[in-house]
C-alpha cells in the first residue's frame, strides 16, 4: 500500500483554508496512540482536539476513557494481576529458602480490585493532565465521521456537536469478541475479567492467545482451578514452536489443565455454575467462562464508509505505510489498524504521524525487532524472527542456540521449572536475527537484547559481552555451541 | 566474586601524577598557541589504558605461541603442559579449555570448606563457595521479607508475620555448595584434567610442590583468588568477614557492618531483609566509592528507606566484647553498643602469601597482586596468572575471560588479550544496581562534551504495593558521536536488565539505536528506550572551577594535580604555554593561568 507521499509543506503552508477549519488535527479516541498523536503534533505547533468515551473499565460502544485500552482494560491492569498472582508461587518457593508461612494465606480479591482500580483512576487523571499540559482540547462523547473535513461528536447527554480539521486520526482502538456458539451471552471477555466482582474458583478459558494464558496464569495464582481450551496443538501461535511448548509446560506445571485441540461447542447455565460443552462431547462445570478469541477494531459507528475510508474485511482501517487512510487528509494509527497490536508501536506509529504530517519529516513506523512479551507465570518474551519465519526469509543456513537450564533460584526452592532461552543466527552474516526466553524476568531482559538486535549485533558480539554474573541474562552472552544447523530452504514441521 | 569496578581514576601518587604531567606537558608543547584552560580535558586524569596491564607490555605476541604448545624450545620432559594451583572460576576454565586444546593439565586445589583459610577452599572457588553463589542464595532468601510486604497491597493477607528460619536456609545453602563443587569436580574430571588435593606451592619455574610431592609442568597458572582483609585495630579478633557471614550458626540479631563498597552493601540488605538491625559504618561521605554519584546517593537512600542505618564518615577504631558477649564498636565519632555480630567489609587481598613467588622472581603490587602484561604472563615466562590474584578487575565473568584468553595464547596457538571495556556489573544490593561502561564524571573527563538522560520512577508494583521503593536509569552519551559511553540503573532487576544493553554497547550501541528500539510494555526496562530528552548537556567549559564546583569529590584529586604543576612550573621543568616559553612571561595567556593556578592553592 504504499504511496507517495505529498508534502504539502502542512504548517509552514500559509495558505488561506488553514482559517477554515476548527482545528488542525482532531483525534478520535484517546488511547496510547491518540494521546501520544495529539501530543507530539501540539509540540510542533498544531491546534489540536480529541474525543473519547466516558470513563468506565469495561469498554462499550458508548464508553471507554483517556488512556485507553493499554491503561483500563489492558496491559496496566492485567500487569497489576499478574504481580498479585506470582506472589503464590513466591511463597511456595520461599519455604526452602526458611521462610516459615502459616497454612492459611489469604486473598482479598476485592481489596486487589479496589487498589487496581485506584491505580487506573490516577492514570487516568495523568493521561488527562497530559493532554491538557499539551495544549490539547478535550471533548467527551463518541465520534463519528461526517466528511472528511467533519467530525461529529455525540456527548453524554445526547447533544452533538461538529468540529472541523485539516486533518482526522482515527485511533478507535479494538474489542474483544465473543464467539457465536449458543449460550455465548453467558461468557465474559478480557474486559470484565479484569474487574468480576467475585474471583472464580473455577474457570474455562476458550484462546490459545497470549490474553488467554495470560489469564489462565493470573486465575491459576490467585487459586483458581483453570481449564485452558485451544484448537492447536499448542497455545501461541506465531511464537517460536520450541517456547510454545515450553510456555505449555510450564502452564501445566503450575497446575493449569490444558485442552489442546478442543474447541467449545455450547454453555449451559446450570445450578452450580455454567455447564461448558466441547467439541469431543466432554462436559465441565465452572463459575466463568473467558473467550479470549481475539479482538476486533472497533470502526463500525465511525462512518468510515461514507467518507470513503475502507476497511480491511475485519474492519481494520486500511494505511499505507505512514499510517495514512484511503482519504488523504483522514489518518489511522494503532490497534484499528491491526498492524502489529501492541502499545509501543501504537506510540510509534503516534509520533511517527505528527513527525510526518506536523513535523515536516515524513517518518515510516519502524517493524523489524519489535520486541513483545507474554505476562503468564514465567514470561515469555522474544524479539525479531523465530526459527521458522528466519528459515522463511533469509536465504543462508540457520544456526539455532537453546539453552534450557534450572535458574539458580529454583535448586534451592525445588520449584521443578527450567528457563529456555534460543537465539538464532544467519550462518553467513553471524548476524543474530531472533531471540526468545520463557522464564522469570524474561520481558526485563529481553529489552536489552532488542537494543542490541537494533545495533545489528552478531552472535560474535554476544560472546564478546561479559555475562553479569549470577544472572539469568548472561546465557544469553555463554551459549558457546551450537544446538543445531538448519539447512537454507528447511521447511519446519508447523501448524501445531 | 561481583565487584566495583576498577575503572574510577587512580587515587593520586606521585607517579600516576607525574604520568598526568607527561600527557598534560605533551599537550602543551603540541599546541603551545592554545590558552592552558580552554577545555576541561586538560584537566582529565591519566588516560586509562584499553585493558588493565599491570606489567609493561612485552613481546609476548609471537612468543607465546613459540613457546605454547608443542614446538617449544625447552626439550625437557614434563609431567603436564599446565600446572595450575586454585580451581576458582579463572583456574577450572583456564584447565579446562587448555585441556581441549590437548594440553595435559594438573590443578590442585586445598579442602572443601565454606571458610577460607590457608589450608582450606576447595573447587569452585570463591565464587562457587564463598561469593557469587551463597551471596545470591542468600538475597533471594531475603528479599522475601520485601515481597510478603508488597504483597498486601495486592490482597495478600497472613493470620502470623512470616517467620525467618536460619537454619534451613544454611542447610539447604550449603547442600547446594555441596552439589555445585562436585559438578565442578566432574566438569574438571570430564575434560581429563588432573585433580590434586592440597596446597600447591611453586618450587621454581617449572615445578609446583603439592604438600610435599612434586610436580614439573611447562606452564604454571597462578589462580589463587583473593581473600577478605580485616584491618589490624583492637578487638579485630572479635570480627567476622564476609566467609563467616554466609556460614553463620545463628542470624544476627543486630549487626554491625563496616565498608561501603558492594559487598558490604549486599550484606545489609541480606541481614535486614532477614530482620536483623543492621548500621553500616562508612569511612567515606557515600557508600561504593567509583560508582556512578548519582546511583551511590540512589542506592543508600533506598536502603535507609527499608531500614539500614548508615553511619558516615566513621573510621572503626576497636571493638569492644562486654560481660553480656556483645559487642561494640567504637569509631572517630561514637560508640555502637548491642551488637550481636560485627562484620568487615573493607576490602580483599589477593592469596599470594607463602606460594614462593617471590622466590622465583615472580614480581607482586604492593598488596601482593601478582603482576602480569596484557596475555596475563607474569614476569616469570613459564608462569602465569587470573582472577583475583591479578586484582585486575575481580569479577567472575572477569576471570573466566582471562582464564580463557590464556589458554588460547598458551595452547590455542592464538594471542589473545582480553577485552576489559564495557563489562557490565552488578550489586545485588537491595534494590539491585546494574551498570556498564563510565560514569559521568569519567565521561566528561574522557569526551568532555556529553548528554546525560535520567529516569526516576515509581514502578507499577509500587504504586501498588504502596512501598517507597523508586527506580533509577542513567544514560551517558557521547554529544559528538552520539554512542552511549555509560547505562547505570539501580532499581528492581537491575541487573538482568543490563546484560542485553551489554551486548549493544558492544555492538556500537547509539542514543539513536535506543531511541528506534520498541519497548516492551509494561517493564521497567522500557524506560531506557524512551528517554527523549536529555536532563542535562555538559559541555566544554573554560573554567575548571565550574567543573570542580559541579564534583566536591574530585576537589581533592584537582587541587593536589595543580599544586603538582604550579610546582614543575616553578621548576621550570614544564613551560608555560605561550611561545615565550618563560616564567615571567607576561603575555594574556600566561598571566592567566598564573591567576587560576594561584586561585587554586588557597
Known amino acids: 500500500m504504499a504511496r507517495k507521499m505529498l508534502i504539502d509543506g502542512e504548517l509552514g503552508q500559509t495558505a488561506t483554508d488553514e482559517k477554515q477549519y476548527d482545528f488542525d488535527l482532531f483525534v478520535i479516541g484517546a488511547g496510547s496512540g491518540g494521546v501520544r498523536a495529539s501530543r507530539t503534533s501540539a509540540a510542533f505547533g498544531a491546534k489540536v482536539a480529541i474525543c473519547e468515551l466516558p470513563f468506565h473499565p469495561v469498554s462499550s460502544e458508548v464508553i471507554g476513557g483517556v488512556g485507553g485500552t493499554c491503561v483500563i482494560r489492558g496491559c496496566v491492569p492485567k500487569k497489576i494481576l499478574v504481580y498479585a498472582a506470582q506472589f503464590r508461587g513466591e511463597f511456595e518457593d520461599s519455604r526452602n529458602f526458611g521462610w516459615e508461612l502459616s497454612d492459611e494465606i489469604g486473598f482479598n480479591w476485592k481489596k486487589l480490585l479496589h487498589n487496581k482500580t485506584q491505580e487506573i483512576i490516577r492514570l487516568n487523571g495523568i493521561y488527562k493532565r497530559l493532554l491538557s499540559n499539551a495544549g490539547v482540547t478535550m471533548f467527551e462523547g463518541e465520534g463519528k465521521l461526517i466528511d472528511a473535513h467533519l467530525v461529529e461528536v455525540t456527548q453524554p447527554d445526547g447533544t452533538t456537536k461538529q468540529y472541523s480539521a485539516k486533518h482526522i486520526l482515527i485511533a478507535t482502538g479494538s474489542r474483544a469478541q465473543l464467539v457465536n456458539i449458543p449460550g455465548k451471552e453467558l461468557a465474559i471477555t478480557s474486559d470484565e475479567a479484569l474487574s468480576l466482582d467475585e474471583l472464580p474458583k473455577r474457570a474455562v478459558i476458550l484462546g490459545g492467545g497470549y490474553i488467554a494464558i495470560e489469564f489462565a496464569s493470573i486465575w491459576r495464582g490467585m487459586g483458581a482451578e483453570v481449564d485452558l481450551f485451544y484448537r492447536k496443538e499448542l497455545p501461541l501461535r506465531g511464537f517460536d514452536d520450541e517456547m510454545r511448548a515450553a510456555v505449555a509446560k510450564n502452564l501445566e506445571g503450575r497446575g493449569i489443565r490444558l485442552h489442546p485441540g478442543t474447541n467449545l461447542s455450547e454453555l449451559r447455565q446450570s445450578g452450580d455454575g455454567i455447564r461448558v460443552l466441547t467439541d469431543h462431547g466432554d462436559q465441565i462445570t465452572t463459575d466463568v467462562v473467558l473467550f479470549a478469541t481475539g479482538r476486533l477494531p472497533n470502526t463500525k459507528r465511525l462512518n468510515l464508509q461514507a467518507v470513503g475510508v475502507e476497511v480491511d474485511k475485519t474492519g481494520a482501517v486500511k494505511v499505507d505505510e505512514y499510517s495514512r487512510t484511503t482519504v488523504p487528509n483522514i489518518w489511522a494509527v494503532g490497534d484499528v489498524t491491526n498492524r502489529i497490536n501492541l502499545t509501543p508501536v501504537a506510540l510509534m506509529e503516534g509520533t511517527c504521524f505528527s513527525k510526518t504530517v506536523f513535523g515536516g519529516q515524513p517518518t515510516k513506523p519502524d517493524y523489524i525487532n519489535v520486541p513483545c512479551a507474554v505476562f503468564c507465570i514465567p514470561p515469555l518474551s522474544v524479539v525479531g524472527l523465530n526459527e521458522q519465519q528466519a528459515l522463511e526469509q533469509t536465504k543462508s543456513d540457520i544456526l539455532v542456540y537453546t539453552s534450557s537450564f534450572n535458574p539458580m533460584k529454583n535448586t534451592i526452592s525445588g520449584r521443578q521449572e527450567k528457563t529456555t532461552m534460543k537465539l538464532v543466527v544467519d550462518a553467513e552474516t553471524d548476524e543474530v536475527l531472533g531471540a526468545s526466553m520463557c522464564g522469570p524476568d524474561a520481558p526485563e531482559i529481553m529489552q536489552g537484547i532488542a537494543v542490541a538486535l537494533k545495533c545489528g549485533a552478531t552472535k560474535a558480539q554476544f560472546d564478546s559481552t561479559v555475562g553479569i554474573h549470577p544472572s539469568a541474562a548472561e546465557e544469553f552472552v555463554t551459549m558457546r555451541s551450537i544446538t543445531r544447523r538448519v539447512a537454507a530452504g528447511t521447511k519446519l514441521k508447523t501448524n501445531l | 566474586m561481583a565487584a566495583a569496578p576498577s575503572l574510577r581514576a587512580p587515587p593520586l601518587t606521585l607517579a600516576s601524577t607525574a604520568a598526568a604531567l607527561r600527557t598534560f606537558s605533551r599537550t602543551l608543547v603540541l599546541q603551545p598557541q592554545k590558552p592552558l584552560f580552554t577545555s576541561s580535558r586538560a584537566l582529565r586524569s591519566p588516560p586509562l589504558p584499553p585493558f588493565p596491564s599491570n606489567l609493561p607490555r612485552r613481546r609476548l605476541a609471537t612468543r607465546a605461541s613459540a613457546d605454547g604448545g608443542n614446538g617449544a624450545p625447552d626439550p625437557r620432559q614434563f609431567d603436564f603442559d599446565l600446572f595450575t594451583i586454585g580451581a576458582g572460576s579463572g583456574g577450572v576454565r583456564a584447565s579446562r579449555f587448555a585441556a581441549t586444546y590437548g594440553a595435559k593439565v594438573a590443578i590442585c586445589e586445598l579442602p572443601f570448606s565454606t571458610i577460607s583459610s590457608e589450608s582450606a577452599g576447595g573447587v569452585g572457588g570463591t565464587c562457587v563457595l564463598r561469593g557469587c553463589v551463597p551471596k545470591k542464595l542468600l538475597v ?285 556489573s552488578a550489586v545485588f544490593s537491595q534494590p539491585p544496581i546494574g551498570q556498564l561502561g563510565l560514569t559521568e564524571e569519567q565521561a566528561i573527563q574522557e569526551y568532555g562534551d556529553v548528554d546525560i538522560y535520567t529516569a526516576n520512577f515509581r514502578p507499577l508494583k509500587a504504586t501498588l504495593s504502596g512501598l517507597p521503593d523508586r527506580v533509577f536509569m542513567k544514560l551517558i552519551v557521547c554529544a559528538s558521536t552520539n554512542k552511549v559511553l555509560g547505562v547505570h540503573m539501580c532499581g528492581e532487576d537491575s541487573p538482568e536488565i543490563i546484560q542485553g544493553i551489554a551486548i549493544a554497547v558492544k555492538a556500537g550501541l547509539t542514543k539513536a539505536d535506543f531511541d528506534s528500539t520498541v519497548g516492551i510494555h509494561p517493564t521497567s526496562a522500557e524506560e531506557l528506550v524512551t528517554m527523549r530528552s536529555p536532563t542535562r548537556k555538559i559541555r566544554k567549559d573554560p ?38 616559553n618563560e616564567l615571567s612571561c607576561s603575555c594574556k595567556v600566561c598571566i592567566q593561568m598564573e591567576l587560576l593556578l594561584k586561585s587554586f592553592m588557597v
Not at chain 2, 271 to 279: A, C, D, I, T, Y
Not at chain 2, 559 to 571: D, I, M, R, S, Y
Open chain 2, 543 to 580: 573554567s575548571p572551577a565550574m567543573i570542580i564546583g559541579k564534583n566536591s569529590d574530585r576537589v581533592d584529586y584537582l587541587l593536589e594535580a595543580l599544586k603538582v604543576v604550579f610546582f614543575l612550573f616553578h621548576e621550570r621543568v614544564l613551560f608555560y604555554p605561550c611561545s615565550a
Open chain 2, 140 to 424: 533471594y532468601s531475603s528479599k522475601y521479607s520485601h515481597e510478603f510486604e508488597e504483597s498486601r497491597g495486592f490482597g495478600w493477607t497472613y493470620e502470623a508475620d512470616p517467620m525467618h528460619d536460619w537454619s534451613t536456609l544454611i542447610a539447604n545453602k550449603n547442600a547446594e555448595l555441596q552439589r555445585l563443587t562436585g559438578i565442578y569436580k566432574n566438569i574438571l574430571q570430564n575434560s581429563g584434567v588432573t585433580l590434586i588435593e592440597g596446597r600447591g606451592k611453586i618450587v621454581d619455574p617449572h615445578t609446583v610442590d603439592v604438600d610435599g610431592k612434586h610436580y614439573t609442568a611447562r606452564h604454571i597458572l597462578i589462580s589463587v583468588g583473593g581473600r577478605p582483609n580485616l584491618p589490624d585495630i583492637p578487638g579485630i579478633e572479635h570480627a567476622i568477614d564476609s566467609d563467616a557471614a554466609l556460614d553463620l550458626p545463628s542470624k544476627p540479631e543486630k549487626i554491625a557492618i563496616v565498608g561501603g563498597g558492594y559487598i558490604a552493601l549486599e550484606f545489609a540488605g541480606i541481614f535486614n531483609g532477614l530482620k536483623s538491625e543492621v548500621h553500616v559504618f562508612i569511612r567515606q561521605k557515600k557508600v561504593l566509592r567509583g560508582f556512578d554519584e548519582e546511583i551511590r546517593n540512589f542506592v543508600s537512600e533506598q536502603m535507609s528507606l527499608r531500614g539500614i542505618e548508615f553511619h558516615t564518615e566513621e573510621t572503626p577504631q576497636a571493638i569492644l566484647k562486654s560481660s553480656d558477649g556483645l559487642l561494640s564498636l567504637r569509631t572517630n565519632k561514637e560508640t555502637v553498643d548491642g551488637f550481636s555480630h560485627i562484620m568487615f567489609a573493607t576490602g580483599r587481598r589477593p592469596n599470594t602469601k607463602n606460594l614462593g613467588l617471590e622466590d622465583v622472581g615472580v614480581e607482586l603490587a604492593k598488596n601482593g597482586a601478582i603482576l602480569v602484561d596484557e596475555y596475563s604472563q607474569t614476569s616469570v615466562d613459564s608462569i602465569w596468572a587470573v582472577g583475583d590474584a591479578t586484582d585486575r578487575l575481580n569479577l567472575t565473568p572477569v576471570a573466566l575471560m582471562e582464564g580463557g584468553a590464556f589458554a588460547k595464547t598458551v595452547f590455542g596457538k592464538e594471542p589473545t588479550v582480553p577485552d576489559y571495556r564495557a563489562v557490565p
